[in-house]
C-alpha cells in the first residue's frame, strides 16, 4: 500500500492575480493535490521559479483527501515571462512594470429619469 499524488496545473495550480501581473503586485500562488493511493502518505513539494528553488515543503494527507499549499514568490525584476514549475508541472505567466491606463467611456444612451 502506497500514497499516490498527481497535480494537474490546469485544475491544481492557482496565481492571483491572473496573468499579466504588475511587478508591484504581491503573487499568490496555490496548489491542491489529492492523495488517491490506497494509504496515508507525504508529498514533497518543490516549487521554482525560472528554475531556482523558491520553496520546498512536506505535506502529509490521508488517503482520498486533498493537501494545500501557498506561497507567496518575488516577482520584483522579474519582468517578462516566467516559469514556475511544481514537481514537473509548469505554468508560465507574464510579469509587467504596470498596466496600461484604463479610461473609462461614458455613453449616453438616451435615458431620461
Known amino acids: 500500500m502506497s500514497a499516490c499524488f498527481k497535480i494537474d496545473k490546469d485544475f491544481d495550480i492557482k496565481l492571483l492575480p491572473y496573468s499579466p501581473i504588475q511587478e508591484k503586485d504581491q503573487l499568490e500562488v496555490r496548489v491542491q493535490f489529492k492523495n488517491t493511493g490506497d494509504a496515508d502518505g507525504d508529498i514533497d513539494l518543490t516549487i521554482r521559479l525560472n528554475g531556482e528553488v523558491i520553496d520546498n ?57
Open 57 to 113: 515543503q512536506k505535506v502529509f494527507v490521508k488517503k482520498g483527501e486533498y493537501g494545500f499549499v501557498k506561497c507567496f514568490p518575488d516577482i520584483k525584476g522579474k519582468i517578462g515571462t516566467n516559469t514556475l514549475d511544481i514537481n514537473g508541472e509548469t505554468l508560465e505567466f507574464e510579469v509587467v512594470k504596470e498596466h496600461p491606463e484604463i479610461k473609462a467611456i461614458l455613453v449616453d444612451l438616451g435615458f431620461k429619469p
